[in-house]
């Protein structure tokens, strides 16, 4: 599991650790074990560390004395080193007597900065770290926005993202590797953030840190997290999931869901909707019933709303009623949102709803009767949303996008490592929704079946794409499924 924390929380256990050791000492952990990284870079890039050109963007803070006092272990290995100093009247005095004495160049005008940046075979972006504050300015945005041939080592986080949420306010440097200090940060695994990010090291610089504000499951977690049957097993033992889903409009919406919780773990897949016999003849394993989720028959958990068309309204209304788990999707969403939380008030089960940021947008205008935000700046704000949203409804909540976000009422936030951009495509939501319930069937807390289910998606959605990659359809992305359920299983 990755564990991530806002600057707050780093900065009080750094506070707390600093004051019971030397000065200066955390730096040099951070700045040892970038030096380290760097070392092995160069050495996969160029046979060697000695005679390589390295270009140390410093900034003003100890973000740029990081970097500083790495460029200069890097010098000390015979590495021809320029710091470029972009406040040089507020540069950490320490790190640039590093690199003076360990016979480091020292640049301050831009021009020369940005050649040598443009020629560099490693670059360490020191410009700010978990100081930064707002978009980069003038001065940094131009490295931003240059060419460059080497690679990009970003200290602690890429300048310009945002610590906390992974916003980046203007431009921002797009590193190669990102070396993190302490703890993940949350910007470092949300996007745009993230994508800014590349490779993300963890350097132990020994800070004692509470529980995480943000983390990210792994192989090992979701592969502990997945229902698997024993001896004792039966289908109703390993969970039955109804699907309340598709329309006349939209019956592939149905067959897509259907093919989602077939996969996911449970024991059976109920299906109740006008799209039963597209259903059965393309997965005759699915039991059927006629009529809307009341008095369908034992059911472990329900997942409504994908292409629920004119009858979502209704079928919400039957699912929400029951004592089961529920998992809200598309037109369900839709319908909530002009219910309010008010709909979800009287449940005793989970509810999980899984909107993309359209859908988020009705919810809470839903909740606070204004109107709706807009969908980019809800994308921007991932976390934010989908936390609020959480907050909203009482309900788990999983907010699509490039990068899912994983919402427990109760505060917990998860983000999904995994996913690709080709599964922007029609119906991968319904085979998400399926997937999701069937795993919230089996048994699974909300927050768990919703992170494992995107977990596996994205994986899927990977594997059926391929590399370097090419469009899929949702099918596809469902019939991935039992291979990446194998892989996570094998570790
Ligand atoms: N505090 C500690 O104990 C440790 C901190 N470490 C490093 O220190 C960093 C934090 O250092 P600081 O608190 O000095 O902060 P930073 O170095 O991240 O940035 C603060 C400086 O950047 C300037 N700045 C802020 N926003 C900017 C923007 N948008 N464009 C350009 N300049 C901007 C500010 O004026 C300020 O001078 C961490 O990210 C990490 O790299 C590590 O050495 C480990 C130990
Ligand atoms: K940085």
Request: charged share 20%; net charge neutral; hydrophobic share 45%.
């Amino acid at each position: 599991m990755r564990h991530a924390h806002r600057v707050e929380i780093v900065r009080a256990s750094e506070a707390e650790l600093m004051a019971r050791l030397p000065e200066g000492t955390l730096m040099q952990r951070a700045a040892a074990g970038l030096a380290a990284t760097c070392a092995r870079l160069l050495t996969g890039r160029r046979g060697r560390v000695y005679g390589s050109r390295v270009v140390v963007l410093a900034g003003s803070g100890d973000n740029g004395g990081d970097a500083l006092y790495a460029g200069a272990a890097l010098a000390r290995r015979g590495a021809r080193v320029t710091a470029v100093l972009l406040a040089p009247e507020r540069v950490h005095a320490g790190g640039l007597a590093a690199v003076r004495s360990a016979r480091g160049r020292v640049v301050v005008e831009r021009e020369t900065g940005l050649a040598e940046f443009s020629r560099a075979d490693l670059v360490l972006d020191g410009i700010v770290g978990i100081g930064g504050r707002g978009g980069l300015r003038a001065g940094a945005r131009s490295y931003a926005e240059a060419a460059r041939r080497g690679v990009v080592v970003a200290v602690d986080l890429p300048s310009g993202v945002d610590a906390d949420t992974g916003e980046v306010p203007g431009a921002a440097l797009r590193a190669d590797v990102t070396v993190c200090f302490g703890t993940y940060k949350p910007g470092l695994l949300v996007d745009p953030g993230a994508s800014y990010a590349g490779a993300v090291q963890l350097v132990g610089i020994g800070l004692e840190l509470p529980p995480p504000d943000v983390t990210a499951l792994q192989h090992a977690d979701v592969a502990a997290l997945l229902p698997v049957p024993d001896v004792e097993s039966d289908k109703y033992r390993r969970g039955v999931v109804g699907v309340a889903a598709g329309s006349a409009t939209y019956p592939g919406a149905a067959v897509l869901a259907v093919a989602g919780a077939l996969r996911g773990g449970a024991g059976a897949v109920r299906y109740v909707g006008t799209a039963a016999e597209e259903v059965v003849r393309r997965f005759p394993e699915t039991l059927v019933t006629e009529g809307g989720p009341h008095g369908a028959g034992r059911v472990q958990a329900w997942v409504v709303g994908p292409g629920g068309g004119e009858g979502a309204r209704q079928t919400l209304a039957e699912a929400l009623a029951s004592d089961v788990p529920v998992l809200v999707d598309a037109d369900g969403l839709t319908e909530l949102g002009r219910l309010g939380p008010g709909a979800l008030a009287g449940r005793t089960a989970p509810t999980l709803l899984t909107p993309h940021t359209g859908e988020a947008a009705r919810l809470l205008a839903g909740a606070d009767g204004t109107a709706p935000p807009a969908a980019a700046d809800l994308a921007a704000a991932r976390l934010a949303t989908a936390r609020r949203l959480a907050a909203a409804y009482r309900a788990t909540v999983l907010l699509k996008g490039s990068t899912t976000v994983i919402a427990d009422p109760g505060g917990a936030v998860r983000v999904n490592p995994t996913g690709t951009s080709w599964l922007a495509t029609a119906g991968s939501g319904d085979v998400l929704a399926g997937l999701a319930g069937s795993l919230l069937a089996a048994g699974l807390p909300a927050l768990d079946a919703a992170s494992v289910a995107a977990y596996l998606h994205g994986l899927a959605g990977r594997h059926a794409a391929g590399e370097p990659g090419a469009p899929v359809t949702a099918s596809w992305v469902a019939e991935a499924l039992p291979v990446v359920w194998r892989g996570v299983r094998e570790g």
